[in-house]
């Protein structure tokens, strides 16, 4: 790779550690060349882009307008810009400082989109698309738009298929003008556009006919699991949120267990929300997974969820039956891949990827 220079340690508060790869002579905008840390220690982790400009040449112009908040250290002008999720400061992206890195007690780490810090920097709402393949008035979706109905920061839009559609995979109409678009709601009343078509339609019906630019889309949550190789094919689920994400408009996949018990949406809600939170922290999506497909067990009355673990997707299905019962009361905490995960118990979630999982050959 890239040869860089030794880090430079930058001590105003809000920046840990840069590291950059040369230091230009003069500013331009498409060329950051900086990558600031949190902390200075083992646990830093990336926060911010930005620029380090020489200082022989006098203070930068920088950016049109009054954005620029150059301060000179050791030699060199520094920006930072605070684009990178879980940090991004919606009122001065350009600012010096965040209000969510503690210097002082060399963490650097968001824990929450309740902290005083995120709310502070924060300040427009997150907006959300929530799709399915289950149709608008499933229970699934219902469950989801029930929960994120709670969550502090963020906005929803409801697209979905007006009927159910499961097992589409990623099939779109070749004429999307035929996917007309109506008026629908989910059991509960939310208001939301029902489309005559499949999954994938529902959110190219969204993005170009609605016009919406969603920060994330929620796709799910689907009646029956969604994994292994059986849920890369055909889940309509995944479909949906590939097309989102091949659309440049990040997405997560989310189904709950539910052949052989009745679902339990409501533990489907709660790991679908987590999931959300650990997203909007930028502790879930890219770069850790391209497309993050959750599973969440159906329990029986016999144990309860032990957890949720990051898997891979099963290339075959030899490490247990995709119907089986999931057993909650299971002890078992290595797994072979998502559905050995699944069926002993766990939430399991694994990167499907843009395409395929990046696991497979």
């Known amino acids: 790779g890239a040869v860089h220079e030794p880090a430079v340690s930058v001590t105003h508060p809000g920046v840990g550690q840069a590291y950059i790869l040369g230091t230009p002579a003069t500013f331009n905008n498409s060329q950051p060349n900086a990558i600031f840390f949190s902390s200075n220690d083992a646990a830093a982790r990336p926060v911010a882009v930005g ?69 502070a920097s924060h300040t427009t709402p997150l907006e959300i ?45 070749p004429d999307l003008s035929l996917a007309d678009g109506a008026p629908g709601a989910t059991l509960s009343g939310d208001a939301g556009t029902a489309i005559s078509g499949f999954p994938a339609d529902a959110v190219l019906y969204a993005l170009n006919f609605l016009r919406l630019s969603p920060d994330v889309t929620m796709s799910g949550i689907n009646d029956g699991q969604n994994l292994a190789n059986v849920g890369n094919i055909a889940s309509g689920t995944i479909g949906a949120a590939r097309q989102s994400l091949t659309r440049g408009f990040p997405s997560m996949a989310l189904s ?26 930028g502790n879930a999506g890219a770069p850790h997974m391209e497309l993050p497909n959750l599973n969440i067990p159906s329990c029986d009355g016999t144990g309860t969820i032990t957890g949720t673990v990051d898997t891979v997707v099963g290339v075959d299905l030899s490490s247990g039956n995709y119907f089986g019962v999931q057993n909650c009361a299971s002890a078992q905490a290595v797994f072979v891949d998502d559905l050995d995960a699944f069926l002993n118990g766990w939430n399991s979630i694994a990167d499907m990827g843009r395409v395929q999982p990046p696991n497979y050959p």
Not at 256 to 280: M, N, Y
């Open 256 to 281: 709950q267990g539910s052949i052989t018990v009745t679902a339990d949406f409501p533990a489907g809600a709660a790991a679908s929300l987590a999931l959300l939170e650990e997203w909007r922290l």
């Open 51 to 119: 620029w380090a400009i020489d200082a022989a040449g006098g203070e930068p112009a920088g950016w049109l307008g009054d954005n620029d908040t150059w301060s000179l250290i050791n030699g060199r002008y520094w920006q930072p810009m605070w684009v990178i999720r879980g940090y991004e400061n919606h009122p001065d992206m350009f600012a010096f400082s965040h209000p969510c890195i503690d210097v002082a007690s060399s963490t650097g780490t968001l824990r929450s989109t309740a902290d005083a810090c995120y709310l």
């Open 129 to 173: 698309l929530v799709t399915n393949d289950d149709g608008i008035d499933a229970h699934g979706i219902d469950a989801l738009v029930q929960g994120l109905k709670t969550v502090n920061g963020i906005t929803f839009n409801i697209v979905a298929p007006a009927t159910q559609q499961s097992g589409q995979g990623g099939n779109t109409t």
